[in-house]
């Protein structure tokens, strides 16, 4: 025979219990739901990471893998190159040649730099068509591609084979030869990325370095 308590339904302490359970599974569910969105998100942004380190090493191989070693033929700076090329920690111009595959093939001049993009740093490539060995290009009308927003820093730094041994160098210094490896050093705001290291390949017929070439370039 059940008690009066229980005819008439359940007790007030029952049903605190019930609710106590209750909130305790949905405290459980929105901690587990919170948890998998949270991984999702890192995930995610780590894709997005990936992507854009991915983007930025093969532009910068194909852009920087194919450069021109014509030289100026234009009066310049005392110690300057005699080429089209300029390269320090902060950075680097350079005569190359533009992958038809992004719209514009052929000879251009480009400029890899730290520039101000809607108030914050980022790292941008500047190109320009090349006219002729005695004009110097002119930046201001070039065309401008953001390559990696959110900059933190980036260090340039070259390299030739000649050395024994081969170091890295902060300033492309000798007026006579071109580096034959550039590094590339990004840090963003969402970490700092492998070092992208991209040798610089030239075409033999344009190239000072003669036989230390590496073939597969275009003029």
Do not use: C
Not at 46 to 63: I, K, Q, T
Not at 130 to 156: G, H, I, K, M, N
Not at 186 to 205: E, F, K, L, Y
Request: a neutral charge.
């Amino acid at each position: 025979m059940l008690s009066r308590a229980h005819q008439g339904g359940f007790t007030l302490m029952e049903l605190l219990v019930v609710l106590v359970l209750v909130s305790l599974v949905m405290l459980g569910l929105a901690s587990t739901l919170s948890g998998t969105a949270q991984t999702g998100e890192r995930i995610d942004a780590r894709l997005a990471r990936a992507d854009e380190l991915r983007v930025a090493s093969d532009f910068l191989h194909e852009v920087l893998g194919r450069v021109s070693g014509r030289k100026v033929s234009m009066s310049r700076d005392e110690g300057s190159s005699e080429y089209f090329f300029a390269g320090n920690a902060q950075a680097m111009q350079w005569l190359g040649i533009m992958p038809a595959r992004h719209g514009a093939g052929g000879r251009y001049h480009f400029r890899l730099a730290v520039e101000d993009v809607a108030g914050a740093s980022a790292l941008v490539v500047r190109f320009t068509p090349w006219v002729a060995d005695t004009v110097a290009p002119d930046w201001s009308q070039a065309e401008s591609y953001v390559l990696v927003p959110q900059l933190r820093s980036l260090e340039l730094s070259y390299q030739s084979v000649l050395a024994e041994p081969p170091v890295w160098m902060a300033q492309w210094a000798d007026a006579r030869q071109l580096p034959d490896r550039v590094m590339v050093s990004i840090d963003t705001a969402s970490g700092a990325w492998p070092a992208i290291v991209v040798p610089m390949r030239a075409n033999p017929r344009t190239d000072p370095r003669g036989l230390r070439a590496v073939f597969g370039g275009t003029r």
